[in-house]
Protein backbone atom coordinates (compact mmCIF):
# COMPACT_ATOMS: atom_id res chain seq x y z
CA UNK A 1 0.00 0.00 0.00
CA UNK A 2 0.56 3.42 -0.17
CA UNK A 3 -1.41 5.57 -2.08
CA UNK A 4 -2.70 7.62 -0.70
CA UNK A 5 0.09 8.50 1.76
CA UNK A 6 -0.99 10.78 4.53
CA UNK A 7 0.42 9.28 7.89
CA UNK A 8 -0.74 10.04 11.44
CA UNK A 9 2.42 10.33 14.20
CA UNK A 10 -0.16 8.37 16.87
CA UNK A 11 3.01 9.04 19.40
CA UNK A 12 0.28 10.41 20.99
CA UNK A 13 -3.05 10.66 22.73
CA UNK A 14 -2.73 13.98 24.00
CA UNK A 15 -6.49 13.46 25.68
CA UNK A 16 -9.65 11.72 24.95
CA UNK A 17 -11.79 13.21 22.78
CA UNK A 18 -15.34 12.25 22.13
CA UNK A 19 -17.46 13.55 19.69
CA UNK A 20 -20.18 12.61 17.79
CA UNK A 21 -20.70 13.37 14.10
CA UNK A 22 -22.63 16.71 13.47
CA UNK A 23 -22.05 17.75 17.05
CA UNK A 24 -19.59 20.85 18.27
CA UNK A 25 -18.76 19.52 21.80
CA UNK A 26 -16.02 18.07 22.37
CA UNK A 27 -15.66 16.75 26.15
CA UNK A 28 -11.67 16.81 26.81
CA UNK A 29 -10.83 14.68 29.86
CA UNK A 30 -7.39 14.84 31.44
CA UNK A 31 -7.90 13.23 34.48
CA UNK A 32 -5.14 10.06 33.76
CA UNK A 33 -3.02 12.16 33.39
CA UNK A 34 -1.33 13.98 29.93
CA UNK A 35 -0.82 10.41 28.20
CA UNK A 36 1.68 10.27 24.99
CA UNK A 37 3.51 13.08 23.41
CA UNK A 38 1.64 14.14 20.30
CA UNK A 39 5.00 14.09 17.71
CA UNK A 40 2.74 15.68 14.21
CA UNK A 41 1.63 14.92 11.49
CA UNK A 42 3.06 14.12 7.90
CA UNK A 43 3.05 12.83 4.54
CA UNK A 44 4.83 10.55 2.27
CA UNK A 45 5.96 11.40 -1.17
CA UNK A 46 6.68 7.84 -2.22
CA UNK A 47 5.30 4.39 -3.07
CA UNK A 48 6.80 5.01 -6.94
CA UNK A 49 5.41 7.87 -8.18
CA UNK A 50 2.23 9.44 -6.28
CA UNK A 51 4.10 12.97 -6.38
CA UNK A 52 5.14 12.33 -9.98
CA UNK A 53 3.43 14.85 -11.63
CA UNK A 54 3.82 17.76 -9.38
CA UNK A 55 6.67 18.75 -10.90
CA UNK A 56 4.99 19.16 -13.85
CA UNK A 57 2.68 21.44 -12.99
CA UNK A 58 2.61 25.32 -14.13
CA UNK A 59 3.54 28.38 -11.83
CA UNK A 60 1.75 29.67 -9.51
CA UNK A 61 -0.24 26.33 -9.44
CA UNK A 62 2.26 24.51 -8.56
CA UNK A 63 3.95 26.98 -5.44
CA UNK A 64 0.53 27.02 -4.27
CA UNK A 65 -0.06 23.26 -3.72
CA UNK A 66 3.15 23.26 -2.36
CA UNK A 67 2.45 26.11 -0.22
CA UNK A 68 -0.71 24.30 1.07
CA UNK A 69 1.14 21.08 2.10
CA UNK A 70 4.03 22.59 3.81
CA UNK A 71 3.83 26.25 4.43
CA UNK A 72 3.44 26.49 8.40
CA UNK A 73 -0.16 28.14 9.74
CA UNK A 74 -1.57 27.51 6.17
CA UNK A 75 -2.94 24.35 4.98
CA UNK A 76 -2.10 20.94 6.20
CA UNK A 77 1.25 21.88 7.44
CA UNK A 78 2.99 19.09 7.59
CA UNK A 79 5.33 18.73 10.83
CA UNK A 80 7.05 15.33 8.61
CA UNK A 81 7.74 14.91 5.29
CA UNK A 82 8.29 10.94 4.07
CA UNK A 83 9.86 10.29 0.94
CA UNK A 84 11.24 7.39 -0.57
CA UNK A 85 14.43 6.75 -1.39
CA UNK A 86 14.38 5.15 -5.42
CA UNK A 87 15.31 1.55 -5.37
CA UNK A 88 14.66 0.75 -9.27
CA UNK A 89 11.87 -1.39 -8.59
CA UNK A 90 7.94 -1.11 -9.50
CA UNK A 91 7.19 0.07 -5.68
CA UNK A 92 3.06 0.40 -6.21
CA UNK A 93 2.47 3.13 -8.43
CA UNK A 94 5.45 3.23 -10.63
CA UNK A 95 9.33 3.21 -10.24
CA UNK A 96 11.79 5.62 -8.87
CA UNK A 97 15.32 5.44 -9.88
CA UNK A 98 18.07 4.59 -7.28
CA UNK A 99 20.88 6.81 -6.20
CA UNK A 100 23.12 3.86 -6.96
CA UNK A 101 21.97 1.55 -10.13
CA UNK A 102 25.41 -0.63 -9.48
CA UNK A 103 27.77 -0.46 -6.95
CA UNK A 104 29.96 1.71 -8.91
CA UNK A 105 26.98 3.96 -9.49
CA UNK A 106 26.18 7.28 -7.57
CA UNK A 107 23.76 10.12 -8.42
CA UNK A 108 22.25 12.05 -6.68
CA UNK A 109 20.19 14.20 -9.17
CA UNK A 110 17.48 11.66 -10.30
CA UNK A 111 13.88 11.57 -9.48
CA UNK A 112 12.05 14.20 -8.03
CA UNK A 113 11.94 13.40 -4.66
CA UNK A 114 14.94 15.83 -3.99
CA UNK A 115 13.32 18.64 -5.19
CA UNK A 116 10.41 17.94 -2.97
CA UNK A 117 12.52 17.62 0.11
CA UNK A 118 14.20 20.97 -0.65
CA UNK A 119 10.69 22.40 -1.29
CA UNK A 120 9.46 21.25 1.75
CA UNK A 121 12.58 22.80 3.51
CA UNK A 122 12.70 26.02 1.87
CA UNK A 123 8.52 26.65 3.34
CA UNK A 124 9.43 25.65 6.75
CA UNK A 125 13.21 25.05 7.86
CA UNK A 126 11.82 23.01 11.01
CA UNK A 127 9.98 20.33 9.22
CA UNK A 128 11.25 16.79 9.93
CA UNK A 129 12.37 14.70 7.06
CA UNK A 130 12.59 10.90 6.19
CA UNK A 131 13.74 8.45 3.91
CA UNK A 132 12.53 5.07 3.33
CA UNK A 133 13.48 2.89 0.81
CA UNK A 134 10.44 0.53 -1.06
CA UNK A 135 12.98 -1.56 -2.84
CA UNK A 136 16.41 -1.77 -3.40
CA UNK A 137 18.72 -2.13 -6.67
CA UNK A 138 19.43 -5.76 -7.74
CA UNK A 139 23.42 -5.69 -6.93
CA UNK A 140 22.43 -5.10 -3.11
CA UNK A 141 19.72 -8.50 -2.94
CA UNK A 142 20.21 -11.90 -2.72
CA UNK A 143 18.84 -15.26 -4.24
CA UNK A 144 15.73 -14.72 -2.21
CA UNK A 145 15.41 -10.87 -3.10
CA UNK A 146 15.97 -9.70 0.05
CA UNK A 147 18.63 -6.82 0.19
CA UNK A 148 20.73 -8.62 2.89
CA UNK A 149 22.64 -10.03 1.03
CA UNK A 150 25.96 -8.04 2.49
CA UNK A 151 24.37 -6.01 5.27
CA UNK A 152 26.99 -3.91 5.55
CA UNK A 153 26.84 -3.06 1.90
CA UNK A 154 23.15 -2.11 1.99
CA UNK A 155 23.83 0.19 5.57
CA UNK A 156 26.40 2.01 3.46
CA UNK A 157 24.13 2.42 0.34
CA UNK A 158 21.62 4.16 3.05
CA UNK A 159 24.27 5.93 4.57
CA UNK A 160 24.95 7.31 0.94
CA UNK A 161 21.83 8.57 0.09
CA UNK A 162 21.89 10.26 3.45
CA UNK A 163 25.33 11.89 2.59
CA UNK A 164 24.13 12.66 -0.50
CA UNK A 165 21.18 14.51 0.76
CA UNK A 166 23.89 16.66 3.26
CA UNK A 167 26.25 17.20 0.39
CA UNK A 168 24.36 18.18 -2.73
CA UNK A 169 21.07 20.02 -0.84
CA UNK A 170 22.20 20.42 2.63
CA UNK A 171 19.58 18.93 3.54
CA UNK A 172 19.35 17.06 7.25
CA UNK A 173 17.53 13.78 7.41
CA UNK A 174 16.09 13.33 10.28
CA UNK A 175 14.82 10.00 10.04
CA UNK A 176 15.73 6.64 8.10
CA UNK A 177 13.55 3.65 7.89
CA UNK A 178 13.94 0.72 7.24
CA UNK A 179 12.04 -1.29 4.23
CA UNK A 180 8.59 -0.43 3.46
CA UNK A 181 5.98 -2.85 4.34
CA UNK A 182 8.61 -5.93 3.84
CA UNK A 183 10.29 -8.52 6.49
CA UNK A 184 13.07 -6.24 8.46
CA UNK A 185 16.10 -7.79 9.64
CA UNK A 186 17.23 -6.83 12.96
CA UNK A 187 21.06 -7.54 11.88
CA UNK A 188 20.68 -5.02 9.42
CA UNK A 189 18.34 -2.52 11.89
CA UNK A 190 21.76 -2.52 14.43
CA UNK A 191 24.38 -2.48 11.43
CA UNK A 192 22.38 0.65 9.96
CA UNK A 193 22.72 2.51 13.41
CA UNK A 194 26.38 1.71 13.77
CA UNK A 195 27.16 2.92 10.25
CA UNK A 196 25.24 5.67 10.79
CA UNK A 197 27.60 6.94 13.94
CA UNK A 198 30.60 6.15 12.08
CA UNK A 199 29.32 8.45 9.41
CA UNK A 200 28.69 11.49 11.65
CA UNK A 201 24.63 11.11 11.40
CA UNK A 202 23.77 10.04 14.88
CA UNK A 203 21.05 12.97 14.57
CA UNK A 204 19.69 10.68 12.28
CA UNK A 205 17.23 8.30 13.62
CA UNK A 206 16.07 4.91 12.92
CA UNK A 207 12.49 4.25 13.06
CA UNK A 208 11.66 0.99 12.17
CA UNK A 209 9.79 -1.33 10.93
CA UNK A 210 7.00 0.47 8.32
CA UNK A 211 4.96 -2.72 8.94
CA UNK A 212 1.26 -3.92 9.81
CA UNK A 213 1.90 -4.81 13.20
CA UNK A 214 3.92 -4.21 16.50
CA UNK A 215 5.79 -6.89 16.56
CA UNK A 216 8.77 -5.68 16.65
CA UNK A 217 8.15 -3.95 20.17
CA UNK A 218 8.27 -7.55 21.48
CA UNK A 219 11.68 -8.53 20.09
CA UNK A 220 13.06 -4.52 21.29
CA UNK A 221 11.95 -5.86 25.14
CA UNK A 222 14.45 -8.36 24.40
CA UNK A 223 17.17 -7.08 22.67
CA UNK A 224 18.83 -3.87 24.32
CA UNK A 225 21.00 -3.46 21.30
CA UNK A 226 17.65 -3.12 19.06
CA UNK A 227 16.16 -1.31 21.37
CA UNK A 228 18.56 1.69 21.46
CA UNK A 229 19.20 1.54 17.42
CA UNK A 230 15.14 2.60 16.90
CA UNK A 231 14.24 5.78 18.14
CA UNK A 232 9.99 5.20 16.92
CA UNK A 233 8.05 2.51 16.21
CA UNK A 234 6.52 2.95 13.04
CA UNK A 235 3.56 0.48 11.97
CA UNK A 236 1.28 0.83 9.16
CA UNK A 237 -2.77 1.28 9.72
CA UNK A 238 -3.04 0.67 13.08
CA UNK A 239 -6.04 2.65 13.21
CA UNK A 240 -6.90 2.60 17.25
CA UNK A 241 -4.65 -0.28 18.13
CA UNK A 242 -1.11 -0.74 19.75
CA UNK A 243 0.55 -3.27 22.02
CA UNK A 244 1.42 -3.72 25.82
CA UNK A 245 5.07 -4.14 24.32
CA UNK A 246 4.86 -1.09 22.46
CA UNK A 247 3.58 1.28 24.74
CA UNK A 248 6.68 -0.12 27.61
CA UNK A 249 9.12 0.24 25.17
CA UNK A 250 9.64 4.03 25.98
CA UNK A 251 10.02 5.06 22.18
CA UNK A 252 7.26 6.92 20.30
CA UNK A 253 4.86 4.85 18.68
CA UNK A 254 4.27 6.51 15.12
CA UNK A 255 1.35 5.57 12.59
CA UNK A 256 4.10 5.57 9.91
CA UNK A 257 1.48 5.43 7.21
CA UNK A 258 -2.12 5.67 7.58
CA UNK A 259 -5.74 7.29 6.82
CA UNK A 260 -8.31 8.96 8.29
CA UNK A 261 -11.01 5.55 9.38
CA UNK A 262 -14.52 6.21 8.72
CA UNK A 263 -16.41 9.22 9.03
CA UNK A 264 -15.89 9.93 12.76
CA UNK A 265 -12.52 11.84 13.41
CA UNK A 266 -12.54 11.95 16.62
CA UNK A 267 -13.65 8.73 16.98
CA UNK A 268 -10.51 7.97 15.06
CA UNK A 269 -8.13 10.20 16.83
CA UNK A 270 -9.03 8.11 20.24
CA UNK A 271 -6.06 6.18 20.20
CA UNK A 272 -3.06 4.46 22.06
C1 LIG B 1 19.34 -11.21 8.28
O1 LIG B 1 20.16 -11.39 7.17
C2 LIG B 1 21.22 -12.31 7.36
C3 LIG B 1 22.08 -12.29 6.12
O2 LIG B 1 21.34 -12.65 4.98
C4 LIG B 1 20.65 -13.68 7.67
O3 LIG B 1 21.69 -14.58 7.94
C5 LIG B 1 19.72 -13.59 8.86
O4 LIG B 1 19.08 -14.82 9.06
C6 LIG B 1 18.67 -12.52 8.63
N1 LIG B 1 17.88 -12.37 9.84
C7 LIG B 1 16.56 -12.28 9.81
C8 LIG B 1 15.91 -12.12 11.12
O5 LIG B 1 15.93 -12.34 8.79
C1 LIG C 1 11.36 -12.50 25.35
O1 LIG C 1 11.76 -13.15 26.53
C2 LIG C 1 10.70 -13.77 27.24
C3 LIG C 1 11.22 -14.28 28.56
O2 LIG C 1 12.39 -15.02 28.36
C4 LIG C 1 10.08 -14.86 26.37
O3 LIG C 1 8.99 -15.46 27.04
C5 LIG C 1 9.60 -14.24 25.08
O4 LIG C 1 9.13 -15.25 24.20
C6 LIG C 1 10.71 -13.51 24.40
N1 LIG C 1 10.17 -12.78 23.26
C7 LIG C 1 10.75 -12.77 22.06
C8 LIG C 1 10.04 -12.03 20.99
O5 LIG C 1 11.81 -13.32 21.83
Redo the contacts with the bound molecule.
Keep these: MAMILYFVLLSSLLYNINGNDGANTYTIDDSVGYGRTFTGIGAISGGGATSKLLVNYPEPQRSEILDYLFKPNFGASLDIFKVEIGGDVQSTDGTEASHMHYGWDEDYTRGYEWWMLQEAKKRNSDIKLYGLPWGFPGWLRDDNDLPWKNIPTTADYIVKWINGAKVHYNLNIDYIGVWNESPYNITYIKTLRKSLDKAGFGNTLIVAPDEFHWVIA??M??DTELANAIYAIGSHYPKTQSTTNAKNSGKSLWASEDFVWGRNLAENITIL
Design positions: DQAN
